[in-house]
């Protein structure tokens, strides 16, 4: 018999939005077989009939926006005006991939008889995360069709249904059959995927230990492309010309929105000491108002987290922190069953990181406080992480924040604005256990394709141009 997948809210365990079947071997098999037989279609297709493809995508993810919004609500646990946010920008990464993305592959040209062409990898396999369970996968997904790949999605476990929703609109967007599969399951399902030999390359979202077990499953296949968007351990930097209620407000955002379930999701403060004990004040007055309740509930800042089990990790977690020598400033949860959980906050004396409590990922809302005595010492406590993803400066003096460009050691650096939410027309990763310089955004497309470099002539054979030494023909 074959195993389901059952899907429901974490929010409401009687909500239950689906059952999906786990594709075992032989089912990854069969998909992988599938995309690759649709593949030589679509890469002869060409960018015209492909956009037009993508263009009809676009209108029903725009035309849907609400239902599917609704959908991720249910299915993670995602506060409705965040779910909603994030269904808007399936659409504009169609029009942000057929616009600039695809001036990333175009042609290049050197030079007479000299140029470079860019061209579909061939089967890629997409594999999604739950925070963001429409977003991320559709951040690959179209710029892989866009370029001429056909595709094989994972899911995340937790997040089936918002799969099938986006596979059924690209069917009705008229996209061959095969050109986009979907598979679902748990890591099992995922690592068949990764190592199964027709698969030319891994498009990841996830956290760092997945991620490095993909990365050695693949040792033995060079060949295969590996995409790793990846966890963060993200900073903000308080400086004491900064505007106070500004940074609150952001550094609140920036630690508690999504439940703290992104991967930008600060955990690290350090705040200038003269000014450590209002903005704190400030920190904990948000943080503690934090509107928590069930996501379709009207004025509900934060959901519950994605499950039981990611519950417990976050408690198990913030008990670490007195162990860590972290004073708790703010701890209450919600008076709401888990897995609903409250904003979190520790204080520290010094900018030591030493403790897993202060180093590793906790993808909850909660972070620590250090203060620092000037913009140096912030910047070496910043790059002392595992993590490079993001961080955010907060000055009224630009060019205090110029001087941590190139020194923060940070794929996205952010000034007067939180660590969370990117541009479209950006790239976006990091590096470390963030990322391994495959930044996605705007420049997706250019881990979908590979280059071709030409040097060519139509010139007939003249005897003259031989090198001394070279007998003629």
């Known amino acids: 018999m074959k195993s389901e997948l059952l899907s429901t809210s974490p929010a409401d365990p009687e909500d239950e939005i689906g059952r999906f079947p786990v594709a075992d071997a032989g089912a990854i098999d069969a998909a992988v077989a599938r995309a690759r037989a649709a593949f030589p279609a679509w890469r002869s297709a060409g960018p015209g009939e492909r956009a037009a493809v993508l263009t009809r995508f676009r209108d029903a993810a725009r ?35 057929l616009d600039a993305g695809m001036r990333f592959v175009a042609p290049l040209e050197a030079g007479p008889g000299a140029h470079a062409t860019y061209h579909p990898r061939g089967v890629l396999a997409v594999l999604g995360p739950f925070n963001f369970p429409a977003h991320l996968p559709n951040g690959h997904i179209v710029p892989a069709l866009a370029t001429g790949n056909s595709v094989v999605l994972k ?5 089936p249904a918002v799969a099938e929703w986006m596979a059924a609109r690209w069917r009705a967007a008229g996209l061959p059959d095969g050109v986009l599969e979907v598979v679902h399951g748990g890591a099992n399902t995922g690592k068949c995927l990764v190592g199964h030999v027709d698969v030319d390359g891994v498009l990841f979202t996830g956290s760092w230990a997945a991620g490095r077990a993909l990365s050695q499953q693949v040792l033995d296949q060079p060949h295969k492309l590996l995409a790793l968007e990846m966890g963060g351990h993200n900073a903000i930097v308080v400086l004491a010309d900064a505007d106070l209620d500004l940074a609150a407000a952001e550094a609140a955002l920036s630690i508690a929105v999504t439940t703290g379930q992104r991967c930008t999701c600060a955990g690290r403060m350090f705040v200038e000491r003269a000014i450590v004990e209002p903005f704190q004040e400030k920190l904990v007055r948000l943080l503690a108002g934090l509107r928590v309740g069930p996501p379709l509930a009207d004025g509900v ?82 790059n002392d992480s595992d993590y490079g993803l993001a961080a955010a400066v907060f000055s009224r003096d630009r060019s205090r924040y110029e001087h941590c460009i190139g020194r923060i050691r940070t794929g996205n650096l952010n000034w007067n604005r939180g660590t969370v939410g990117a ?22 497309t250019l881990y979908c394709t590979f280059p071709q470099a030409h040097l060519e002539s139509d010139a007939t054979f003249d005897p003259d141009a031989l090198p001394p030494g070279m007998p003629r023909p």
Do not use: C
């Open 423 to 444: 541009s479209g027309q950006l790239p976006f990763g990091g590096s470390g256990r963030s990322g391994n310089d495959r930044p996605a955004g705007i420049t997706a």
């Open 301 to 382: 800042f934060m959901g519950p987290l994605v499950s039981r089990t990611a519950w417990e990790r976050v408690e198990a977690a913030r008990a670490l922190a007195p162990a860590a020598g972290g004073e708790r400033v703010l701890g209450a949860g919600p008076p709401l069953p888990p897995p609903y959980t409250g904003a979190g906050l520790v204080r520290f004396a010094g900018t030591a990181q030493t403790h897993p409590y202060q180093r590793d990922e906790i993808f909850g809302p909660e972070a620590a406080l250090y203060p620092v005595d000037d913009l140096d010492e912030a910047i070496a406590a910043v």
């Open 155 to 159: 899911p995340s476990e937790h997040a």
């Open 63 to 97: 035309a849907g926006q609400e239902e599917l919004a609704v959908l991720i609500a249910r299915e993670v646990g995602k506060a409705l005006w965040d779910a909603r946010a994030e269904a808007a920008l399936l659409a504009a990464k169609v029009d942000a991939t």
